[in-house]
């Protein structure tokens, strides 16, 4: 009782403070909203550029990877570095028991998995065929570094050359197709298919980056795909100062379609430009598989 009383006893006071603070007759002014000025698309991806992460290696040594399929919950520890334009290496334990590290080059990839004692060996175009989305190791280390990339990975051109920028949900959206050109494409099949042959592609991807207005970080992606309901969506959030750069805290991504797949990534103890060690190294005991 004695509790209660004391619980009471602040509710009241501050209910008196507030009255007195505010009154009945005052109106309180709300403040309007910030208005977003219109920026070009060059200037936006310069100024996302300028805000990211500029460093030759990164350190998170510490990642906690939550993974929903199908409602079925499994989580992970872990950690990983990157030399930039080079190598990346992420580590794996389950509780306190290592499963496995992961090493990814910009052609190949290693993987050792303590428990069967196994060390898988491929090519990266696996991890497309097995993603079923075309990823070279520019976008997996985008990603894991929180750099700007574009579906359109080409070395002889300005990868955003064709891509709109719009005000949109109070955050610069800048998208691979205008919303204009995609609804003719979307009404009309033969505007699609002329649309994929110009790209050269079997699948046409749709994607759109969401950049928050005052930090000019990425706030949000999507990756739609024109032929099928199939997509994926990042969210980028929790952004933290890393000397002077930011960061996210959380990646989430969760795949669009029929199949309900969730992953959550959260990260800390980020540093920049202190890693030394990038070996890489399994026991002969280890049996050698290659996977294609």
Not at 136 to 153: G, I, K, M, T, W
Not at 228 to 235: A, M, T
Not at 275 to 282: A, D, R, T, Y
């Amino acid at each position: 009782m004695r509790h209660f009383k004391k619980v009471v006893s602040y509710f009241t006071t501050a209910f008196i403070l507030s009255f007195l603070l505010f009154g009945c007759k005052h109106i309180e002014k709300v403040a309007a909203p910030k208005k977003i000025k219109h920026l070009s698309r060059g200037r936006v991806i310069k100024l996302v550029n300028d805000k990211s992460l500029n460093y030759e290696t990164l350190t998170v040594r510490k990642v906690n990877f939550t993974l929903d399929n199908e409602g079925k919950e499994t989580s992970i520890r872990g950690s990983y570095k990157i030399r930039r334009d080079s190598v990346i290496q992420m580590y794996a334990q389950k509780l306190s028991i290592p499963v496995g590290k992961l090493e990814v080059s910009q052609d190949s990839f290693k993987l050792a998995y303590f428990i069967d004692q196994e060390l898988f060996v491929g090519a990266n175009t696996y991890l497309s065929k097995l993603l079923g989305l075309e990823v070279d190791y520019s976008v997996l280390e985008a990603l894991l570094s929180n750099q700007l990339f574009s579906v359109r990975q080409d070395s002889r051109e300005n990868d955003f050359r064709d891509y709109a920028c719009e005000i949109e949900d109070r955050m610069y959206k800048i998208s691979s197709i205008r919303s204009s050109k995609l609804k003719r494409i979307n009404k009309n099949e033969v505007a699609l298919e002329r649309y994929r042959n110009k790209l050269d592609v079997e699948h046409i991807i749709k994607q759109d980056i969401y950049i928050d207005a005052d930090s000019f970080v990425v706030k949000r992606m999507l990756f739609k795909d024109l032929n099928s309901d199939n997509g994926v969506r990042l969210e980028f959030s929790r952004y933290e100062k890393v000397t002077e750069q930011w960061f996210p805290g959380l990646m989430e991504i969760e795949l669009l379609g029929q199949k309900k797949v969730k992953l959550a990534i959260e990260l800390s103890k980020v540093s920049l430009n202190d890693e030394k060690n990038f070996g890489f190294s399994v026991s002969p005991k280890y049996k050698a598989k290659l996977i294609e």
